[in-house]
């Protein structure tokens, strides 16, 4: 059988303060919206812009430095993979396609004394 590839790689600025919590079993969830944002020419010389939201999902200890490290606005680059999810709500199937990151670099410039070492070595 034939593998397939899911990857994702985008960059751009946090929409919200990420939200932390945890499961039942105690492993650490954030969740936050990325936009990235694209320009062009029209072939009649108007300049145009679009915006694409991501609701970005990590787990672990990626969920605890982007809990620490990020807020609204922060430049960043996000590496994971797409997953949709359902669930049933008031009848109807609802649907949720997000960005499972596995990897978050901060683009925002930071002093090296604002980072944990531990947290530096992780980003």
Known sequence: MARGLNKVMIIGNVGNDPEMRYT????????????TSRSWTTSEG???EATEWFRVVAWGNLAEICSKYLSKGSRVYVE????TRS???????QYRTELVANEMVLLDRREPEELDAQDEEEL
């Open 87 to 93: 669930w049933e709500s008031q009848g109807q199937k």
């Open 24 to 35: 039942p079993s105690g492993r650490p969830l954030t969740s936050f919206s990325i936009a």
């Open 80 to 83: 994971g993979r797409l997953q």
């Open 46 to 48: 108007e300049r145009r």
